[in-house]
C-alpha cells in the first residue's frame, strides 16, 4: 500500500506550476486534461490518456512496453495523488471516483485502496485508470480562474518544449 500512502498525501502545491495549473482549471475535465498534456512536465515515467464517452471520463495511465513491479506501483501512485488533487479542488473535498481499475492483482490486505479511492475497485483490469462521471468531470473547481489557468498553460507549454529540445541518449 506504499503507492497509495504516497499519492494520498500529495496536494497541487506539490507540483509547482503543474499543480496550480490544475487547481485553476475550470473543472476536473479540465484539470484532467492538464495531466493529459504536461505531464510529462512532472514525471517521465507515467504518461496518460482522457477519454470520454458513454457519459464518463476515464484518466487512464499509458502503460509501458515493459510490466514490472516498479512501473505498477508508479501507476497506482499516479491515480492515488490524482485522487487526492481531485479532492482537494472539489467543493468540501467531496470527490469520489466512479471506479478504479488497477493491473496488480488484489493485495492480501486492501484495506488503504478501499479507504483511498471510497469506490468499487477492479483488481488484475486490463488498464490502470480512473473513472468518473461526467457530471462529476463537469462540476466546477472551487480555485477555478480563467486568467490564472491560461497564464499557467501558457508557462507548462514553455516547459515541454523544453522538454522536446533535450537531447536524449542513443
Do not use: W
Not at 36 to 51: H, K, L, P
Not at 65 to 88: F, K, P, Q, V, Y
Not at 130 to 137: P, Y
Request: some cysteine; glycine content about 8%; proline content about 4%.
Amino acid at each position: 500500500s506504499v503507492p497509495i500512502h504516497m499519492g494520498a498525501s500529495m496536494r497541487c502545491d506539490d507540483y509547482g506550476a503543474f499543480g496550480l495549473a490544475f487547481k485553476s482549471a475550470p473543472n476536473l475535465l479540465g484539470s484532467y486534461a492538464r495531466i493529459e498534456r504536461y505531464g510529462r512536465v512532472v514525471t517521465s515515467i507515467a504518461n496518460f490518456r482522457i477519454d470520454q464517452s458513454g457519459g464518463a471520463v476515464s484518466m487512464e495511465v499509458i502503460p509501458g512496453r515493459e510490466h514490472r513491479r516498479g512501473l505498477t506501483m508508479t501507476n497506482e501512485l499516479a491515480l492515488a495523488a490524482a485522487t487526492s488533487l481531485s479532492r482537494e479542488v472539489s467543493e468540501n473535498g467531496s470527490f469520489t471516483p466512479a471506479a478504479v481499475h488497477l493491473m496488480a492483482d488484489q493485495p492480501s490486505d486492501d484495506r488503504a485502496y478501499r479507504d483511498h479511492f471510497r469506490c468499487s475497485i477492479q483488481y488484475g483490469a486490463n488498464r490502470d485508470a480512473i473513472e468518473l462521471t461526467m457530471k462529476t468531470a463537469l462540476r466546477q473547481n472551487r480555485l477555478s480562474d480563467d486568467g490564472m489557468s491560461k497564464f499557467f498553460e501558457t508557462h507548462l507549454e514553455g516547459e515541454l518544449s523544453a522538454l522536446r529540445q533535450e537531447p536524449t541518449l542513443g
